[in-house]
């Protein structure tokens, strides 16, 4: 399986923000749209960073409440890990477990396509074991 599958499945809307919008700004867009990160672009197609709800908390505990009025690259990840749609599926599980990180973007052609979450990752598994279960259970009761 590849990244495109899971993309086709879930699609390639990607929400950004800019490197100079605040953090307050940020916690309002991961609010908005019930999502854990965003890829930090100031052009909407290269991927400059990933900020997600975890760096604003550790950067919370360790700055405090000054840290709404930062810009988001000061609590950004700029050295992000990315995928391409034609990556296998089985690859990216494996750079997200041993990087210890719960989303990718991917690029083709060094601009941003989609980006995939280990949700997104996890959910098209239990829905491929589930087909192959009903085909197994249809096999058996032939």
Do not use: F, N
């Not at 550790?58 to 050295?79: F, K, N, P, W, Y």
């Amino acid at each position: 399986m590849r990244i495109s599958d899971v993309v086709k499945r879930k699609g390639d809307t990607v929400i950004t923000v800019r490197s100079d919008a605040s953090v307050a700004d940020l916690l309002d867009l991961l609010a908005e749209h019930r999502i854990g990160a965003v890829v930090v672009s100031d052009d909407g197609r290269a991927v400059d960073g990933i900020v997600s709800e975890r760096d604003v908390v550790r950067h919370l505990q360790q700055v405090g409440a000054d840290v709404l009025t930062q810009q988001v690259s000061s609590i950004m990840t700029s050295e992000v890990q990315t995928c391409t749609p034609e990556d296998e599926l089985v690859d990216l599980e494996h750079t997200m477990t041993e990087h210890r990180i719960r989303h990718v973007p991917v690029v083709i052609d060094g601009r941003l396509a989609a980006i995939v979450s280990i949700g997104d990752v996890v959910k098209h598994r239990i829905t491929d074991l589930q087909a192959e279960r009903d085909q197994l259970s249809a096999y058996i009761q032939q």
